[in-house]
């Protein structure tokens, strides 16, 4: 290509460089240079304070396994990241479906099954807290109460807290990723359920065959957006058990915090960002590209 010719195609691009670069500008001065400060700031043992931390190497990354309530908050995550995105998409496929179906009342049902969606995390966890509560006060245990029963510990157990943690995140999201599948039902071509149900195929087999393998797009949106939004949690599982009992329910974005804000360890919660971010990575490559090589095969 001729200097002339580059000189064109770049003032050809021109316009459009100017309508990204104060997006590109804020992008870099807000996510890019920060990234770099906590990628230099983990290798040291930076307070917030002190002008000139000290270089300490890796030991920052070695003490993310040697802390307990670090470690825990890690497999936590995993935990969680794991449950709630195999349990919504068990329950969205079916709702899809139920919602797809010409009842009168389909309009309304899906109007009911997004609302919980739309409510802020942070107050749905304060709700739930008040249901769950394992105080006297809390609306399960009071009415168990009142009936003559004993109350329950429910979220002071430490067991049933990531139980029902995951409980009320698959309450609060099943119906917004029902939508990702309903959108793509009814964009199936309705000849192949006529052609199957021609050839006697029955109601489950045209599920295996023509809807679940068509739903493939909706799943690999729907299955990212619950892998990210599940490892990078924070404000549910903060108003409703604060990470308890203990370190029960502590996710690792409340332990970056906590360590790097409340303990004022800032190379420390560098560190354990930078593994998390590592982690965020590996896990969103793998799980694309498991599902765009599916995609391809029912292409």
């Not at 300490?56 to 309530?69: E, H, K």
């Not at 739930?128 to 429910?154: A, D, E, H, T, Y």
């Not at 964009?187 to 493939?216: C, H, K, W």
């Not at 906590?258 to 919660?269: D, V």
Request: hydrophobic share 55%; proline share 5%.
């Amino acid at each position: 290509m001729s200097k002339k010719t580059l000189v064109q195609s770049f003032g050809n691009e021109l316009p459009w460089l100017l309508l990204v670069a104060p997006a590109f500008l804020i992008y870099t001065v807000l996510t890019i240079i920060p990234l770099f400060h906590t990628f230099f700031y983990s290798f040291t043992n930076f307070n917030g304070l002190a002008p000139n931390p000290d270089f300490v190497g890796l030991d920052n990354y070695l003490r993310v396994f040697s802390t307990r309530a670090v470690s825990t908050s890690f497999s936590n995550s995993i935990v969680y990241a794991v449950a709630v995105p195999l349990i919504i998409t068990l329950l969205a496929i079916p709702l899809a479906l139920l919602l797809d179906s010409q009842m009168r009342t389909r309009h309304l049902q899906r109007a009911i099954f997004f609302f919980p969606s739309v409510i802020s995390a942070l107050f749905l966890g304060y709700i739930w807290n008040f249901v769950l509560s394992p105080s006297s006060q809390g609306l399960i245990n009071s009415l168990l109460l009142s009936s003559g029963q004993r109350k329950m510990l429910l979220l002071a157990d430490p067991k049933a807290a990531m139980a029902l943690l995951i409980l009320v995140t698959v309450w609060t999201s099943t119906g917004w990723h029902s939508c990702f599948y309903l959108a793509n039902l009814q964009v199936i071509d309705q000849a192949l359920y006529e052609a199957a149900s021609i050839d006697g195929a029955g109601a489950m087999q045209r599920f295996r065959f023509i809807t679940f393998p068509n739903l493939a797009p909706a799943m690999t949106i729907s299955v990212l957006f619950l892998l990210l939004n599940s490892l990078k949690v924070f404000d549910l599982p903060f108003s409703l058990t604060e990470g308890g009992p203990g370190y029960a329910t502590t996710m690792v974005t409340q332990s970056i915090i906590t360590e790097g804000i409340n303990s004022n360890r800032i190379g420390f919660a560098s560190a354990m960002s930078i593994m998390f971010l590592a982690l965020i990575a590996l896990v969103t490559f793998f799980q694309v590209g498991v599902m765009s090589r599916r995609e391809e095969k029912l292409a």
